[in-house]
């Protein structure tokens, strides 16, 4: 922590220390016992919650106050160890919103589950949420631009000591999949993250901190997203955690359920995906419904148990 003088920076510096805390806590992680591709310790299921008209699954299903926290909720009694409030869309093609609307949708919400004792993850590209996100006692941030959108984002996550998910990103959503072009998705992918990460630790980000993100469907098209499950280990041995966020995405289209199918019925795609990546030892995956994802983990939790 830098040593600042003002209020505001006194509250900061106390919001911080009670972050880093928590972001620790929910990372499960200590500085002298951190592994990334550890697999003793338990998978975290981020559950999604989406405050928007237009999220590409859920959008306008959780868009009141009301509605948004009964369903972070209902996250958590499914099995939701983290819940990922978010209040712009990301889906392709989709447009900013203003920083003020964002934050009218977010911030009662982060307020209210915070006191309800659920860790918080708030999903934003916009440094202002996710400082007053924090203050307000959200552990993480969970930016999809990995904190290229806005220049001070890795002042906040410095200054705060969150928890931070660093997510691979090539441009916003207008222009997601004219980015697309890889002559080797993974070693391309995995190059850029760690390129980001090291940037972001020369801005004063603490590796402890990070959580790193391969970004599926983020200038990622139909099988590059395989490829990218696939090389998982690749990312793994950057040697900070991983996040699987494949829940209900296009690519899932056709696969455990009927092709042109709603996303949701992607669910049990998404749980296969889950294993396959609890089994890696991935930090976490985030998900739309916690709940074939829970009843895998479990599953994988008593195999694990069982072996002498
Ligand atoms: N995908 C969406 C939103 N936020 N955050 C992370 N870290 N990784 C992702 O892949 C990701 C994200 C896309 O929209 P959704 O909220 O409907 O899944």
């Known amino acids: 922590m830098t040593d600042l003088p003002t209020r505001r920076s006194r509250r900061l510096a106390a919001v911080s220390q009670a972050s880093t805390a928590a972001a620790h806590e929910s990372t ?9 591709t550890s697999v003793d310790q338990r998978t975290r299921v981020m559950g999604i919650l ?24 209902e996250l958590v009694a499914g099995g939701a160890d983290i819940v990922d409030v978010g209040g712009e869309s990301t889906r392709p093609g989709s447009e900013r919103v203003p920083v003020e609307v964002e934050q009218e949708r977010v911030l009662p919400v982060v307020r209210e589950l915070v006191a309800e004792g659920i860790t918080v993850s708030v999903d934003t590209m916009n440094a202002a949420t996710a400082e007053r ?8 941030v969970n930016d999809v631009s990995g ?9 906040v996550v410095r ?9 691979h990103w090539r441009g916003h959503s207008d222009r997601m999949y004219r980015n697309a072009e ?13 390129l980001r990460v090291a940037e972001l630790i020369v801005l004063g980000v603490r590796q402890e901190q990070v959580v790193i993100d391969p970004g599926l469907g ?35 289209d056709g696969i455990g359920s009927a092709a042109g199918a709603p996303p949701k019925d992607r669910d049990l795609a998404t749980a296969a995906i889950s294993l396959l990546s609890a089994e890696r030892g991935a930090w976490g995956v985030r998900v739309h419904d ?18 002498s």
């Open 28 to 36: 499960g992680r200590r500085r002298d016992r951190h592994r990334g």
């Open 50 to 73: 989406n405050v928007t008209p237009d999220s590409f699954s859920d959008g306008g299903l959780h868009q009141t106050y009301d509605a948004a926290v009964q369903h972070a909720r």
């Open 133 to 140: 996100s924090v203050e307000l006692g959200a552990a993480i």
């Open 147 to 155: 904190g290229l959108a806005d220049p001070d984002m890795a002042r």
């Open 159 to 167: 200054d705060t000591g969150a928890g931070f998910v660093v997510m």
């Open 182 to 194: 890889y002559a080797h998705a993974v070693d391309e992918v995995r190059r850029e993250v760690e």
């Open 218 to 252: 983020f200038a990622k098209q139909g099988v590059q997203n395989w490829e990218i499950l696939a090389g998982y280990e690749r990312f793994a041995s950057i040697g900070l955690p991983v996040l699987v966020a494949a829940s209900r995405k296009r690519f899932l």
């Open 290 to 307: 916690p709940a074939p994802t829970r009843a895998v983990l479990d599953v994988w939790d008593a195999w694990r148990a069982a072996r």
